[in-house]
């Protein structure tokens, strides 16, 4: 459980150290304040949280047109625990002790040597490579699903991170709210892998519904990007 705590924060630990050393206090306040600003606008806080829902209840949707089933949800009669479990996600989960070092720090900086959809896709193989070990956790979401579409999904999940990054001026709250919708949805519409094996296929369709916003994405005009520590 240590292990575990560590990996989901250290990232973000990281970050923080390496902006302190390399900056020092000044440039940590300037990268705190860049990456907690706020003021992005609210439709792209809304995207962030309900685009994860739209995809999710379309994979559902095409897998019952398919004839599949669909387990009943964990979240129904139990929506004040769904509402805490979105906060539990953020908090234990992976973002926040994730993001700030995705999308905080290691996106601007690769984005200073490459251009944003090399940058993100680059950065997709190594958020993908840092959940590995999870496969191997008994009873971890990772531990029943293929690790290719897992990785698959990484990566394209990694090209809307970084296009909500860098059309919100470098702010980290869009990525913050949005893996947390990935990971909290997940839980509400179960689309995941079950530890039989089974759902493999409305998993299957929400992996390529992201592949295909992933390639939308990648078609769209270069944008202005935002300093590494301003």
Sequence with gaps: MVLFFAGSFGPGIAAIAVVRYSSGQDGLHRWLRRSLQWRVGWRWLALSFFLPLAVMGLAAAGHIALGGTIAPSPASGRVLLAVVNFGLVLVLGGP???????????????????????????????????????????????????????????????????????????????????????????????????????????????????????????????????????
Excluded at 141 to 150: E, N, V, Y
Excluded at 203 to 208: D, E, R
């Design 96 to 230: 926040l002790g994730e993001e700030f070092g995705w999308r905080g720090y290691a996106l601007p900086v690769l984005q200073e040597r490459y251009s944003w959809r090399v940058a993100s896709l680059v950065l997709g193989m190594v958020w993908g490579a840092w959940h590995l070990p999870l496969f191997y956790m008994a009873d971890t979401a990772q531990s029943h699903i293929p690790a290719g579409l897992f990785m698959v999904s990484t990566v394209a999940l990694s090209v809307l991170f970084a296009w909500l990054f860098n059309h919100t001026e470098g702010s980290v709250l869009p990525a913050l709210v949005l893996h947390t919708a990935v990971n909290a949805w997940a839980w509400v519409i179960p689309v995941m892998v079950m530890p039989d094996g089974s759902n493999l296929r409305p998993y299957g369709l929400a992996v390529g519904l992201l592949v295909a916003i992933a390639l939308g994405l990648l078609c769209d005009a270069e944008p202005r990007l935002p300093m590494q520590l301003e």
